[in-house]
């Protein structure tokens, strides 16, 4: 049974997400570190990264209904972070209290700009508390990563995480430029999605498949525990981390897929 997180969740989940980041970045032994997952960013480059992109995510909250996003002045002054340990940990922590008070501020319904409006995901502050929860995870991950401990997401973030994956980011009313294709995902924790490729966009389901039924209907699958689906969504982990039959140029068409070109 699909159970839906609430804003309250998202929120907690943003704050324990953050928590986990400044942990992993604090335990580092040095900032320099490279990041193996972003090739030319340490991890330094990393907190800088992620920071911003939730000051930009709370910019975009902010100013409500709007055709685009705001300026860039909105949420990064030019000045940029800082890189000695302390002082920009508490940079990080000051821009993830600034994202939740303006989403705390907003609630869950304030309409607002996003870049996914040609999917099925609504255009809402809620949506966006929504998607920093497995974006702050997968980053952690990064972190981790980096360090040599890298830690699978909580199933609790990674089953809502891959959902929102799958109807904010992946299903689409563009055109799949390919043969039509059906893919299903599954993960270990009991849930399972159908994506269907077509000339009408990528059109995502969520279902329960019935024991014996005929995987003749589809074209290519994969199963794995939440986290993993999450991760190879992303790009973090490779398909061999996943149990799949089928035609793997599906997925590689996928992931070479971006349906705003």
């Not at 508390?129 to 990064?142: C, L, M, N, S």
Request: with cysteine; hydrophobic share 40%.
């Amino acid at each position: 049974m699909h159970t839906t997180l609430t804003f309250s969740d998202h929120l907690r989940l943003i704050d324990d997400g953050a928590a986990a980041f400044r942990a992993t970045i604090a335990a580092a032994p040095s900032l320099d570190m490279a990041v193996p997952t972003h090739p030319g960013r340490t991890l330094v480059d990393l907190v800088h990264h992620v920071g911003l992109s939730r000051r930009k995510s709370a910019a975009v909250v902010a100013a409500g209904p709007a055709d685009g996003p705001p300026e860039k002045s909105a949420w990064d002054d030019g000045t940029g972070a800082p890189r000695e340990r302390e002082a920009l940990l508490a940079w990080w922590t000051e821009s993830v209290a600034h994202l939740t008070d303006v989403l705390r501020a907003a609630g869950p319904d304030r309409g607002c700009w996003t870049w996914w409006d040609d999917s099925p995901s609504p255009q809402t502050s809620g949506a966006w508390a929504r998607r920093q929860v497995p974006e702050i995870a997968v980053h952690t991950y990064d972190a981790q990563l980096t360090l040599g401990a890298p830690q699978p997401l909580s199933e609790e973030v990674a089953l809502d995480g891959f959902d929102d994956c799958q109807f904010t980011l992946c299903a689409t009313n563009v055109a799949w430029p390919h043969e039509p294709a059906t893919v299903d995902y599954h993960a270990t924790e009991g849930r399972s999605w159908r994506l269907r490729l077509s000339p009408d966009g990528a059109q995502v389901a969520r279902r329960a498949p019935a024991a014996g039924e005929d995987r003749a209907a589809v074209d290519a699958s994969a199963r794995g525990t939440a986290s993993d689906l999450v991760l190879f969504f992303y790009g973090r982990v490779p398909l061999e981390s996943l149990t799949f039959a089928g035609d793997r140029r599906v997925f590689d068409r996928l992931a070479a897929w971006d349906p705003s070109v």
